[in-house]
């Protein structure tokens, strides 16, 4: 069925067409005003459209697109395609038009031969991994009642530190030079443009639920700003009882150092008339579990985060960095990109991340020591999922025994992978 749906990039005029697909796939209304940087970020020629080649003039019925940026990964920025935007209208499902749309962006990527690895945030966990896309990061979702913030007596303070509230739009300059300070160090962030910060920032009131205006809390001493978050609460009382039931809810909470993470923490988790904190896109094993007095009461649930999708693999595995020295040949299998099956050697010298010369990753005939398809590899790549772990799921084969317990500790890395928000 797939053959009958012609397969290319929309057209300006075709937009509208591309967004109702979307609005569809995703049960959304329409949108109710085109801020400037949906435009800014909108790259028309990455985007890919299925036509019906009967009715070509009917407009798209399926959609997805690519914004290009950069994202760390262990010890390094690398340019990233951020897969997004992906759908297909509910009267065209089942005729493999997903398929056909998936497997011409990852050709067209690679063709572009910019980008060595592509990333997504999957809306239903089965759909990529068929794909060649691995779980590469796992992110917390956190719910604390009223009393539940309490920090242990040991977590780091600073008496040097301040809070202070202010419009977001007004700071946006100094939130950014603290995402950035923190995104040198932290796989799994993406970079982000002023486009890119008018979109984290946009907050139009027809789109709150009852909440009320994004605001802002700052954490600073005389050096500058170390921290900031961006939240929102909705003032609530109990009908029968007028008690407070407020909720807050954390949308972004990034800190440069531990007592500025635990100043922010303490004050969101102890503001008045607040009954629901909420904090969702935050790590797994975020620190502020090991400051509270009683993790528990964040009551956490963990699921999956970013996909990865090795592209160029002899170019991802070059330029990043690795735990500790490794010598290893990985016998790859990829369906989709044959350029990536084989046997390649990888080696790094320096441990805790040298400079790239002193990584490599070549083509070899010579026998190998772990297998392994492309897709493990992607979820491996960021440090966070560990090919042990994956080893004792029966989705990595050891070939020469002691290969990958080595090779497992040089692909982990810290701090762990964290995209703190879906693009």
């Known amino acids: 069925m797939a053959d009958s749906y012609l397969i290319r990039p929309i057209t300006d005029d075709e937009y509208d067409g ?41 407009g798209p019925v399926g959609a997805t697109g690519i914004y290009t940026f950069g994202m760390a990964v262990p010890g390094g920025v690398l340019p990233v395609a951020g897969v997004t935007m992906v759908g297909v209208l509910p009267s065209h499902r089942r005729q493999g038009i997903l398929r056909s749309i998936m497997r011409r962006q990852i050709a067209d990527i690679a063709a572009r031969g910019e980008e060595p690895i592509a990333a997504l945030w999957a809306s239903e966990t089965p759909i990529y991994g068929r794909y060649g896309y691995g779980k590469a990061t796992a992110h917390g979702y956190f719910r604390f009642g009223r009393g539940d913030g309490a920090l242990d007596p040991h977590a780091p303070s600073d008496s040097a530190l301040s809070l202070r509230l202010a419009e977001p739009a007004e700071v946006a300059s100094e ?74 809810e954390i949308r972004e909470l990034i800190a440069a150092d531990p007592a500025a993470a635990a100043a922010l923490w303490t004050d969101l988790l102890g503001r008045d008339l607040i009954t629901s904190v909420l904090a969702d896109h935050r790590p797994a094993e975020d620190p502020v579990l090991y400051q509270l007095l009683d993790a528990r009461r964040a009551r956490s649930n963990v699921t999956d985060g970013l996909w990865v ?22 016998e790859v299998a990829d369906e989709l990109l044959p350029g990536n099956t084989g046997r390649w050697r990888l080696r790094a010298s320096a441990p805790g991340g040298g400079p790239a010369s002193e990584v490599s990753c070549e083509r070899t005939d010579d026998p190998a020591d772990v297998a392994l398809d ?13 090919l042990g772990t994956l080893a004792s799921a029966g989705l990595v084969t050891e070939l020469r025994p002691g290969a990958l317990g080595a090779l497992s500790a040089a692909f982990t890395w810290d701090p762990a992978p964290w995209c703190p928000r879906v693009f």
């Not at 970020?41 to 009967?54: C, G, N, T, Y």
């Not at 960095?321 to 990985?330: E, F, G």
Request: glycine residues 10%.
């Open 309 to 330: 999708r090795i592209i160029d693999l002899p170019a991802a595995l070059a330029r990043r960095s690795y735990a500790c020295p490794v010598d290893a040949v990985l």
């Open 175 to 248: 939130l950014a030079k603290v995402y950035d300070a923190v995104l040198a160090g932290q796989p799994g962030f993406p970079t982000r443009s002023d486009a890119w910060w008018a979109r984290m920032l946009h907050d139009p009131e027809g789109e709150r639920h009852g909440f009320s205006p994004q605001r802002c809390v700052l954490a600073e001493h005389g050096s500058g700003i170390r921290g900031y978050a961006l939240y929102a609460a909705q003032g609530r009382w109990d009908d029968t009882t007028g008690l407070p039931d407020g909720v807050l």
């Open 374 to 386: 492309v897709r493990e590899l992607g979820a491996a790549y960021l440090g966070g999922t560990r």
């Open 18 to 58: 591309f967004r109702l697909v979307l609005q569809h796939a995703f049960h959304g209304g329409g949108d109710r005003e085109n801020p400037p940087w949906r435009q800014q970020l909108f790259e028309i020629d990455r985007s890919l459209a299925a036509f019906d080649s009967a009715r070509p003039d009917a």
